[in-house]
């Protein structure tokens, strides 16, 4: 029987981290975490569980998470955050493949808890993920802190699973934005190593775009004032995201 292995990166995450355990110790035959040097109580919860418990310095959220996948005894992968758990459905969806796996990889839809409501529409949900992999046909790739599963052949065949990864994401709208804040900083300085460019048509158009998209296209209204919250914020980030990179060529000219 194909063996599994249940990796997670955590920072701080006393909060979801036993969800996220609970809902893996019965799906996987063993649990890896890497830990950014929490200060809170995120290492003693994980110690009521049989996980490996690994301490390394944060690498980056791309090389962290493909420093954590070559922590796993198996090949096999459910690569999770510690803001994330199996739904129920899920588990019994992955249990599943232990004796039937048929594709290199299996995509996910991911379900967003923001300020204690299920968001169902705009960009988050279904939010596809790739999440569950063979890892020597895998690995992180992306712009941080956008990380994503990408399969190295372009033919691989990839399968879906039925459930939800569940994901709590901010409780509260000063939380949403300090960490608005914080990522577009991040992106803004992937995109200065990759060589993009900042003109002024991106930074007027593309937040424009994303929030249009969120709220009307992707139906984001439907979900309320978090909709237009969550839709408001899309747009600010990529706002950001580009006035950041902006200045961080202005400071180098």
């Known amino acids: 029987m194909l063996k599994l292995s249940g990796v997670i990166i955590t920072f701080n995450e006393e909060r979801n981290i036993e969800k996220c355990l609970q809902s893996l110790v019965n799906v996987v035959d063993e649990i890896v975490v890497v830990d950014s040097n929490s200060t809170d109580n995120t290492k003693k919860i ?5 996980v490996n418990f690994i ?12 420093f954590a996948l070559d922590q796993a ?9 510690g803001d994330e758990a199996l739904s129920e459905e899920l588990q019994k969806s992955i249990l ?3 004796t039937n796996w048929n594709f290199d990889g299996y995509y996910t839809n991911r379900f967003n808890n923001f300020c204690g409501q299920w968001i169902k529409y705009s960009d988050w949900y279904p939010n596809k993920k790739l999440r569950v992999f063979d890892r020597r046909k895998a690995e992180w ?10 399969l190295y052949d372009e033919s691989a065949q990839i399968g879906h699973l039925n459930g939800d990864i569940l994901h709590w994401t901010y409780r ?3 939380e949403m934005d300090k960490k608005t804040d914080y990522f577009s900083t991040i992106a803004a300085k992937a995109y200065y190593d990759n ?17 249009f998209k969120a709220f009307f296209l992707r139906l984001g209204f439907l979900d309320g004032l978090n909709g237009f919250r969550i839709c408001y914020q899309t747009g600010k980030i990529t706002y950001l995201k580009y006035l950041k990179l902006r200045k961080l060529y202005r400071a180098i000219s």
């Open 46 to 50: 994980c110690e009521r569980y049989n």
């Open 195 to 211: 060589h993009k460019t900042a003109p002024i048509i991106k930074l007027l158009w593309n937040p424009s775009w994303a929030f």
């Open 55 to 66: 301490t390394q310095e944060f690498l980056g959220y791309i090389e962290q998470k493909n």
């Open 172 to 174: 509260t709208y000063d």
């Open 141 to 150: 790739k992306g712009l941080n802190p956008h990380d994503n599963v990408q």
């Open 96 to 98: 599943t493949l232990k």
């Open 73 to 81: 005894s198996y090949n096999h992968i459910i690569s999770l955050d």
